[in-house]
């Protein structure tokens, strides 16, 4: 585990936080909330949440598959049928301590189920509730699946890059989802601000549709205000709205990337005289298919090695493309600290990415590994007054269930 400085209390810590969210982008907005001391806790079918029964790359695990585990750390589970009377009682007593609710569910299904805003604020005026849709709470979208690659297809961004004539490349990252969760967390963290100095609590609106659109401020905002259109060469140009030469390049043993050089240098540096009498702010665009086929061309013919250290000498822009095991092992990472390592309970040693900033007086830390499915059910329900033997009927009942990581499911578990 890491670890704070001992008189540094964590920044969120005394916020409760109750995490009903699927899959990524509502999971880990809940999880930075966690990361910060914020006690998490997810709110999870008897069966356990979808996550945990679709395992990404088949990365399958012990008892906790890696998607689960890698969006759920610093997280306490309750499992509890939120479709019986008994069960949605435990969840309103947990708002009435709670200080955000957090919730991805398809629009129309949290006021099915008596979880919305309005039925909540009346338990909690107080409380900041998030809401995560694909592409908003109404319109003519509302219904459609929000699902990462859609999104993107659907934000223009896979036209900014590629070459005209072949299909559209997505990211290779969950980006929509990554982004979307990005600004959920910043949205609670904005309302607790507000809620600070007002004592109002408030609803959090966020779609993925804004969430990726809003992303793109500047390329955007060439097309609207610049009227500049995005048009696709026939040269896998990384970025419809920077100069040539500017993308991926295969040299005789891997790949380097270039970005935006002046054209006379390169030329130098490649050996290629034709790019000696160009002008770097109006031919980089004018010829930016023959630019970038020339570069390609030369830059074929030697090493990564050879060329980084050529381009960098000259005082271009070029770096290495990197597999996973690359970017585990890089120097820079390694003195950033950016990947953690602890021990968890069923899985053992993880190592995962780790906070995406630094405090210098309330750091991040982990605290917990990722739940078992209601691995903490009956501590929660005792923080609400029930006796053990009240927990033991509803267990029986199927109403919550309990998981525990030294023993097997216990009455009412999963199995």
Not at 202 to 229: C, H, P, R, W, Y
Not at 409 to 415: K, Q, R, S, W
Request: net charge negative; charged share 20%; hydrophobic share 40%.
């Amino acid at each position: 585990m890491t670890e704070p400085s001992a008189a540094a209390p964590e920044v969120l810590s005394g916020i409760r936080v109750l995490d009903c969210s699927i899959a990524m982008a509502g999971p880990f907005a809940a999880q930075r909330l966690g990361d910060l001391g914020a006690d998490v806790i997810k709110v999870e079918p008897t069966t356990g949440e979808w996550q945990r029964h679709a395992a990404a790359g088949g990365a399958t695990g012990n008892r906790i598959n890696v998607s689960f585990l890698s969006l759920n750390r610093n997280k306490r589970s309750i499992a509890v049928d939120l479709k019986s009377p008994e069960g949605k009682e435990i969840l309103y007593d947990l708002v009435k301590s709670s200080d955000v609710f957090l919730q991805n569910y398809r629009p129309g299904v949290a006021a099915r189920l008596g979880v919305d805003y309005e039925t909540l604020r009346e338990i909690n005026p107080s409380i900041v509730y998030v809401s995560i849709s694909g592409y908003g709470e109404d319109g003519p979208y509302r219904n459609r699946p929000g699902q990462d690659l859609l999104l993107q297809a659907m934000s223009g961004a896979m036209l900014s890059s590629g070459s005209a004539g072949e299909p559209p490349t997505p990211a290779g990252q969950y980006l929509v989802d990554a982004v979307t969760a990005s600004t959920a967390f910043e949205g609670v963290l904005a309302a607790l601000f507000h809620r600070e100095r007002t004592g109002q609590g408030q609803l959090v609106s966020v779609n993925m549709l804004d969430a990726i659109t809003t992303l793109q401020m500047q390329e955007l905002s060439v097309f609207t205000v610049g009227k500049v259109a995005q048009k696709r060469g026939h040269q896998p140009h990384a970025h419809v709205y920077i100069r040539a030469p500017y993308g991926t390049f295969s040299t005789s043993d891997g790949y380097i990337v270039l970005a935006m050089p002046e054209l006379h240098t390169l030329g130098e540096v490649l050996g290629e005289d034709s790019f000696l009498g160009l002008d770097t702010e109006t031919d980089s665009w004018a010829l930016r298919d023959e630019i970038f086929a020339k570069t390609a061309a030369r830059l074929v013919t030697d090493t990564s090695a050879h060329w980084l250290s050529a381009l960098g000498e000259a005082g271009i822009w070029a770096g290495p493309v990197y597999d996973y095991q690359d970017l585990v092992d890089d120097e820079q990472i390694a003195h950033n600290g950016t990947f953690i390592e602890y021990e968890h309970p069923t899985e053992g040693l993880i190592k995962t990415p780790g906070f995406p900033y630094k405090l210098s007086e309330t750091p991040a830390r982990i605290d917990r590994g990722a739940p078992l499915t209601g691995e903490h059910t009956r501590e929660i329900l005792g923080e609400l007054g029930l006796d053990a033997a009240r927990v033991d009927a509803l267990l029986g009942a199927g109403v919550v269930a309990s998981e525990s990581a030294s023993a097997p499911a216990a009455v009412g578990e999963p199995a």
